[in-house]
């Protein structure tokens, strides 16, 4: 094969490694190789042990953006990790066709091209438009995920539209309406004007907003309200009942002079009524407030629409009807205060604003016939339930508390249990109905015939006849629904949808006639009347929900909620949530900020793997992780080390005995690093196993920069040069070598691949299918190997020789100039290693002369600072003390100086510290990493001085 190139150019190699990972068919676990691990599993269990991830389904709404190259590297990490491990690994790759989003994109650029509307071309006209757009952003999707490295089972790709899914929905929903789960009715609802459609409480997002709070006189009280255009039609007065400013008032009725003339007024004492906010009365607008549409349930009262889903005023607003709504504000106002009905406008209130989470419009709460979800209605359960030996009435809000209170689910990290139990406790019903045209329309037709029953579970229908169904009832003259139903109710369904439900049930299938079953692990029983299993029954409960901390209540509470209703098993085992990807400042990146990042323009200058790693080391769990140029070029130049080790290596294989065998280690150094790799192994995987992703890249970076770069192969070059050495330490840097790209495989996918192959000597005319790196068994920890004897003592040699160096850099010496150094001290078993290896220390350190001697006592080294050699710098290390000697290597007066000077400028600066520090005022009042990283100044400066000081005394003495 060809020599590697002094650098690693990512562009050269990564699309035909991706082509090649393609073409094994190992994305697939259907295809994977038996491995001494998985085939031990299916014997012990007829079942080989099952890794999944659905994949959280990108928008089919164009590019994706960091958050999904984030959420790529890490569920690629732990699939390479356990398809490597030997488990039967699948993960599902597909889209989301995210209704309200895609209708939108589509909507514009229709406009900006035809300057048409959706309802100029009609619906079915407007749905192949959609699905062009669609085709096309398939294709740019899939693209961008191959480009990040994500080896997805392709011939498992889903979309959550596709044929499959939406036979998953229309089931899902019959269900559901059957078992009283899904109702219509009128109910009030968060409206987009720009939309046009409902959207769930969740979909609400809310924008601080400085406005006009106005005090109104109403009758015997003010009233305060921050949208007065709402106020025609407000009748009743709600005070607390506990509140004596209004006790003569209630149950009492008047006139009020009001916005168009006289309204009769009534005052009702409830216990909404809240004494601590401006005047404790309040009048309701039971269309446009959710509390306020409660209470007009509570007690009978009217509703009027004020505000129509146009965002303008209905017939209700008298004159003013037909205007927009801040138009309306403005007229309404000036009326009142025209009838001296304005008692004063606060000009600096400030609120919360609902807006809508697509296209931030502000939020109109609205009354409308929507069909909605009931999640406190209870249900019997129709199998078994986890933890449960009979069935129970559960609501779908108690299956999804009870799934992660029962630790059945595991969110990591686990402070987000309280603020999803917050959000569960508090969850409405949900509306599951849109007016939009792009998605699963609503599985509901209508018919005016009076002879057809109408069904129960539907009173508030205005149709004489109601048919909800999988497919279209037969007959005449029904009407579908024209809504389309809410992109997370298909989405809530992801996990198990994907696997082939309905048609894949959870049961086992019966026993298939002699000879039919196939003999495979995905066998049910021996023998005679074995029966495949279908992907349902293998891969669900997934594994792992890795996904954004942003959509834990969006998107996961649903899934659970749906998945333990309708398979009575949680759709995931682990919920691992990753926080947003920001730029540099900490800033959320956005098109107007102009800070965003497209993951392709990186992965073009970078390569995949430095971005990966930028996206994973020094990103945990529920944090937000940053994002910028200087941070993946940083990772870069790590992934150009590996390439170097490698080349390194393969340069002194050239020559060598082929396939190199394992060799045993024959040198202190040989046995450190067989420790130290056995360990890592070690770790590395408990830190994987546990979620610690970065923990475990930290740990890996540390050790093969570190330990073996820095330190075994400047040491290789050494033994190199021995020939009795020569095929021990080549096999001990091979197999290390080769046991560090398992390692990296998870997390630098690409280059570790191509060094593989190289290392392994494959050639292109040979069929290296099985030898791909992707399928290479994961490393095993050998305990015996780990040798904290030999740990310890190498430690000692570092330590040595990091002194050594550091005095070095420290009087800035060039490696040319020579040193002399005495090593004292009192232990005898640190005087056999050091003279064991002092020629290791010699050609490390650069040093010519090297005296290792025993301290104190007459004829047993040096007795005191009068044997120390003259003119010499101390340097301590633990028990040890090594000297060496400056005389005409330094100007000794002039180093005085300088150390002198240094010494008084730290001792001012720890002084400013000493300040702040004992100010108790500063140390209460000021963030606690703050005071924290003032004090960790302080030690350095100390141990700085300390260290200055040594050296002072080391030149006077």
Not at 415 to 434: A, E, G, P, V
Not at 535 to 558: C, K, N
Request: glycine share 6%.
């Amino acid at each position: 094969m060809p020599e590697l190139a002094k650098a690693y150019e990512a562009n050269q190699y990564e699309d035909d490694i991706y082509a090649a990972w393609e073409a094994s068919g190992y994305f697939s676990p259907d295809n994977l190789p038996v491995t001494s691990r998985n085939s031990q599993l299916a014997a012990r269990s007829k079942k080989q042990e099952a890794f999944t991830i659905v994949i959280p389904p990108p928008n089919v709404t164009g590019q994706l953006h960091m958050g999904h190259a984030a959420m790529l590297a890490i569920e690629d990490l732990m699939i390479r990790y356990h398809r490597m491990k030997g488990d039967r690994t699948l993960w599902v790759p597909g889209l989301d066709h995210a209704t309200i989003a895609t209708q939108n994109v589509v909507e514009k650029k229709i406009w900006k091209e035809e300057k048409k509307t959706r309802h100029d071309l009609g619906r079915e006209e407007f749905l192949k438009r959609v699905d062009t757009f669609v085709q096309a952003s398939k294709v740019v999707i899939r693209t961008q995920i191959k480009k990040m490295g994500a080896s997805c089972d392709w011939s498992r790709e889903r979309y959550t539209l596709d044929q499959g899914l939406s036979l998953a929905v229309r089931t899902m929903f019959t269900k559901m309406y059957e078992d009283g789960l899904i109702y219509r009715g009128n109910r009030i609802v968060n409206w987009c004007t720009r939309c046009a459609s409902t959207l769930a409480d969740d979909e609400v997002n809310y924008r601080e907003e400085k406005s006009k709070f106005y005090y109104l006189k109403y009758g015997p009280v003010i009233i305060g309200t921050a949208r007065p255009e709402t106020k025609f039609l407000d009748k009743i007065i709600i005070v607390h009942p506990d509140d004596a400013r209004y006790t003569h008032l209630h149950g009492k009725e008047f006139d009020v002079p009001w916005i168009d003339g006289t309204v009769k007024a009534k005052v009702i004492a409830d216990v909404a009524g809240d004494p601590e906010i401006g005047t404790g009365a309040m009048t309701i607008t039971p269309a446009h407030s959710f509390e306020d549409f409660a209470l007009a349930q509570k007690y009978g009262i009217e509703i009027h629409q004020i505000i129509g889903q146009d965002g303008k005023m209905t017939e209700a607003a008298g004159g003013m009807a037909g205007m927009p709504v801040e138009q309306c504000r403005e007229q309404v106002v000036a009326r009142l205060q025209e009838k001296g009905l304005v008692e004063r406008i606060d000009e600096n209130y400030v609120h919360n604003l609902s807006v809508c989470y697509r296209c931030d419009t502000p939020i109109q709460p609205l009354v409308s016939k929507q069909w909605f979800v009931a999640v406190d209605k209870k249900v019997n359960s129709r199998e078994r339930v986890s933890g449960l030996q009979r069935p129970v009435l559960r609501s779908l809000k108690e299956r999804a508390i009870d799934a992660v209170k029962s630790s059945d689910i595991t969110i990591i990290p686990d402070r987000f249990n309280k603020t999803y139990f917050q959000w569960m406790d508090n969850l409405h019903d949900w509306c599951i109905s849109r007016q939009l045209w792009f998605g699963h329309r609503i599985p509901v037709w209508y018919k005016r015939d009076p002879n057809l029953r109408m069904h129960p579970n539907d009173p508030n229908q205005d149709e004489a006849a109601i048919y909800v169904g999988i497919e279209p009832p037969g007959g005449e003259g029904w009407t579908q629904d024209p809504d389309t139903l809410d992109t997370w109710f298909s989405a809530g369904l992801w996990t198990f949808s994907t696997l082939g439900w309905p048609d894949a049930q959870k049961t086992s299938p019966q026993p298939s006639p002699k000879g039919r079953g196939r003999k495979s692990p995905l066998l049910i029983g021996e023998g005679e009347g074995e029966v495949p299993m279908n992907d349902l029954q293998l891969f669900h409960p997934t594994s792992v929900m890795e996904t954004g901390y942003d959509i834990l209540f969006l998107w996961v509470a649903r899934m659970i909620m749906m998945t333990t209703y309708a398979l009575d098993e949680v759709p995931f085992k682990h919920v691992y949530l990753h926080g947003l990807v920001r730029d540099k400042l900490g800033r959320k990146m956005s098109k107007s900020l102009g800070n965003g990042i497209d993951p392709l323009d990186v992965i073009a200058k970078y390569g995949a793997d430095p971005v990966r790693l930028s996206l994973i080391i020094g990103s945990t769990p529920g944090n937000d992780v940053r994002l910028y140029d200087e941070k993946i070029a940083g990772f870069r130049n790590f992934v150009n080390k590996l390439w170097n080790i490698g080349r390194f290596i393969l340069s002194n294989k050239a020559n060598s005995q082929f396939p190199i065998p394992n060799s045993q280690p024959q040198t202190l150094a040989d046995r450190w690093m067989l420790s130290r790799l056995h360990r890592v192994i070690q770790d590395v995987t408990n830190d994987i196993e546990a979620f610690r992703f970065s923990q475990a890249g930290e740990r890996l970076r540390d050790f093969t920069w570190g330990d073996f770069a820095d330190w075994y192969v400047e040491i290789a070059k050494q033994q190199l040069a021995a020939s009795s050495l020569q095929q021990s330490t080549l096999g001990i840097l091979h197999s290390t070598f080769c046991i560090l790209l398992k390692l990296w495989h998870p997390f630098t996918p690409y280059v570790t691949e191509v060094l593989w192959k190289h290392l392994h000597r494959i050639t292109e005319s040979q069929n290296h299918r099985i030898n791909l790196l992707m399928v290479a068994e994961w490393p095993k920890a050998d305990k015996k190997l780990i040798d904290e004897k030999s740990e310890k003592e190498f430690a000692l040699i570092q330590d040595v020789i990091t002194a050594i160096r550091g005095m070095r850099s420290e009087y800035q010496l060039a490696a040319s100039v020579p040193l002399t150094a005495y090593i004292i001290t009192e232990s005898q078993n640190h005087r056999i290693t050091l003279q064991e290896n002092s020629s290791l220390i010699k050609k490390l350190a650069r040093v010519e002369e090297l005296t290792i001697k025993k301290s104190g006592g007459a004829g047993s080294g040096f007795a005191g600072k009068a044997d120390r050699p003259k003119e010499s710098i101390a340097l301590a290390v633990g028990t040890l003390e090594i000297f060496i000697p400056i005389g005409g290597i330094l100007d000794k007066e002039k180093e005085i100086a300088r150390i002198e000077r240094e010494i008084e400028k730290l001792g001012n600066y720890r002084k400013q510290l000493e300040g702040k520090l004992e100010n108790r005022e500063y140390v209460d009042k000021a963030p606690a990493n703050i005071v924290d990283g003032e004090r960790a100044k302080m030690e350095e400066t100390k141990l700085r001085i300390k260290t200055l000081e040594t050296q002072l005394e080391s030149l006077q003495t």
